[in-house]
T-cell receptor, first 113, second 110 residues
Framework: GAGVSQSPSNKVTEKGKDVELRCDPI?????LYWYRQSLGQGLEFLIY????????KSGLPSDRFSAERTGGSVSTLTIQRTQQEDSAVYLC???????????FGPGTRLTVL | KNEVEQSPQNLTAQEGEFITINCSYS?????LHWLQQHPGGGIVSLFM???GKKKHGRLIATINIQEKHSSLHITASHPRDSAVYIC????????????FGKGTHLIIQP
């Protein structure tokens, strides 16, 4: 399809392991966003990319979280040394450029045991 | 940081009723978004607005910039409208990522 895709759809990991979550935005969309949705905190902004650069990383909760985007397309969110409080649904969204309607992917449900 | 408040948190209504969900925010913004999330489903953008009013089918969204307030209305509500409706803002403090309200859980009973 032509929507935002994310993989994996579900990820179960053990505390202390590293995980990588992938986002494929809609083709041609230059703006890409990562959010997470957890029961306790609701929806939270993590990081925003314009092209390959990340002008706003203000939402990353700790230095265990990092993200990159290559070729102005696919983005990877990496969580190092996962903790149980990292359990959440991680959502990716894209838009044709900044400040336009965002299109959300289905999310990756991360469970840290 | 922008604070986004929604009310009510939960709303149960009968099919056909007129529904209003309210959203207020604390800091000036570039745009306000209304999003819909069905149980177990993804998030869909319903509206993005920075002034005035927008209408799509039975849904109407309004915003008052001076009062920092927006409303989402659903006319002739239907059980398929049952979902969580989320208000979010962008541009407050110069950031483009969305700041979200806690959502309104709407149930429309047949």
């Amino acid at each position: 399809g032509a929507g935002v895709s994310q993989s994996p759809s579900n990820k179960v990991t053990e505390k202390g392991k590293d995980v990588e979550l992938r986002c494929d935005p809609i083709s041609g969309h230059t703006a890409l966003y990562w959010y997470r949705q957890s029961l306790g905190q609701g929806l939270e902004f993590l990081i925003y990319f314009q092209g390959n650069s990340a002008p706003d990383k203000s939402g990353l909760p700790s230095d265990r979280f990092s993200a990159e985007r290559t070729g102005g397309s696919v983005s990877t969110l990496t969580i190092q040394r996962t903790q149980q409080e990292d359990s959440a649904v991680y959502l990716c969204a894209s838009s044709p450029r900044a400040a336009l309607t965002q299109f959300f992917g289905p999310g990756t449900r991360l469970t840290v045991l | 940081k922008n604070e986004v408040e929604q009310s009510p948190q939960n709303l149960t209504a009968q099919e056909g009723e007129f529904i209003t969900i309210n959203c207020s925010y604390s800091v000036g913004i570039s745009a306000l978004h209304w999003l819909q999330q069905h149980p177990g489903g993804g998030i869909v953008s319903l509206f993005m607005l920075s002034s005035g009013k927008k209408k799509h089918g039975r849904l109407i969204a309004t915003i008052n910039i001076q009062e920092k307030h927006s409303s989402l209305h659903i006319t002739a509500s239907h059980p398929r409208d049952s979902a969580v409706y989320i208000c979010a803002v962008s541009g407050g403090g110069g950031a483009d990522g969305l700041t979200f309200g806690k959502g309104t859980h709407l149930i429309i009973q047949p």
